[in-house]
């Protein structure tokens, strides 16, 4: 809710909120108000707020789509939607960002997601409390900052806006903090010590493994990764970056399924291919070798470095580009090696790309490095080299 109230005004800040909500949300906040704390302040926000709700939790199985707009609380909503829930809905669809930033959506089953939060709540039933670092709208929060804790039983601390004193004087044993690698690279870098018995869980894009050992280092007890996408919600998990993957155990591979192109089926029968090669161990797991697609992961958000050169090729002065992630030690953008056009100002093209990128890129998708040069990098066998 708080993402769409977000999206309604503007993500770039256009349109200031005029109240500033409460960090948790009372059953009797309003949804519409002018010049008061509510969660909306005009009929079209309110609107595109009932739109997600409606597409995300699939208020249309029971009738009950039209019954927001004539709701005037928080609460009420939350009625209308746990009694579509309740009655059997079809499922739910979340929304995530691919390699060309549009909006792709994904729709699972109940029994789909609440087969992978039975497995967790069996491997996780030490865990005594929820630590939200992660959006819920996102599928991976959403199981285990919304499901999870409700099959264990357990309260949830919503987090996400927690400073490093919160952490340090709040974090206890028995915790499960739900991050993913940005934010558990703040966490790193915000914290000296993390307090005993705190479990970690990360997903959305691989975590490096040296802000894993950093973080045990800090008094982590342990890291889970978890492997999946919107797509699929979890599939495998890991307590060692060491190790390979093991498949939850509501997935297997095909007959058909082969390292390069690699095909689960889930226990409902729902087939999907991985976006990732992988490469099987003797006992049944699997290690990570590279995307099918080329696409790489920044900040959580599939981009395409192929597509990112070809566009930056396409300015005018620009003779041929390459774009690449940086090794971890440089960082965890994308950077770019551009080869100008003879004769042009380096300098001036310099601005005009550093313009263009940030009115025209995703964050995820612009290059915080460039390099310029005569020639792209090439290895001794003629192919794309790393600079």
């Known amino acids: 809710m708080s993402q769409e109230r977000a999206a309604a005004r503007g993500r770039r800040g256009l349109v200031p909120s005029p109240t500033r909500l409460p960090d948790v949300w009372p059953d009797t906040l309003p949804m519409q108000g002018e010049g008061e704390v509510s969660v909306a302040a005009d009929s079209l926000e309110i609107l595109q707020l009932a739109a997600a709700a409606n597409e995300m939790f699939h208020l249309y199985d029971g009738g009950d789509e039209a019954n927001l707009l004539a709701t005037d ?14 009655g059997g809905g079809s499922g739910i669809t979340f929304s995530s960002s691919g390699s060309s930033g549009v909006p792709k959506r994904c729709c699972h089953s109940a029994a789909h997601l609440l087969a992978e939060t039975s497995f967790l709540a069996d491997r996780l039933s030490d865990r005594r409390r929820i630590v939200d670092m992660a959006p819920a709208h996102h599928i991976y929060g959403f199981i285990f900052t919304a499901l999870l804790p409700d099959r264990l039983g357990v309260d949830v601390w919503a987090a996400e806006r927690a400073s490093p004193a919160d952490l340090a004087r709040d974090l206890r044993a028995g915790d499960l903090v739900v991050g993913f690698p940005e934010r558990w690279r703040w966490v790193e870098r915000s914290l000296r010590h993390v307090a005993p018995g705190v479990t970690g869980v990360t997903s959305t894009a691989p975590c490096p493994e040296a802000l894993i050992a950093s973080l045990r280092d800090s008094g982590l007890a342990q890291m889970i ?108 953008r994308l950077k770019a090696f551009v080869v100008p056009q003879p004769g042009v100002d380096v300098a001036r093209l310099e601005a005009d790309l550093l313009d263009w990128t940030r009115r025209n890129l995703t964050a995820a998708e612009r290059p915080t490095m460039v390099t310029f040069s005569d020639d792209l990098p090439r290895s001794d066998l003629g192919k794309n080299a790393d600079w």
Do not use: C, K
């Not at 609380?73 to 309740?86: A, K, N, Q």
């Open 73 to 86: 609380t928080f609460g009420g909503w939350l009625d209308h939607i746990e009694t579509v829930l309740r």
């Open 225 to 332: 990764e978890v492997y999946g996408s919107s797509e699929t919600a979890g599939i495998a998990l890991r307590d060692d970056p060491g190790d390979p993957y093991t498949l939850m155990p509501h997935w297997r591979f095909s007959d058909q399924s082969r390292e390069e192109a690699p095909e689960l089926v889930h226990l409902s029968g729902l087939r999907a291919d991985l976006p990732d090669r992988i490469v099987l161990t003797d006992d049944g797991r699997f290690r990570l070798a590279g995307r099918r697609d080329g696409a790489v992961q920044v900040g959580g958000v599939n981009v395409s470095p192929s597509a990112v050169a070809a566009q930056l090729a396409g300015r005018p002065g620009v003779r041929e580009a390459a774009v690449r992630l940086m090794r971890p030690e440089e960082g965890s």
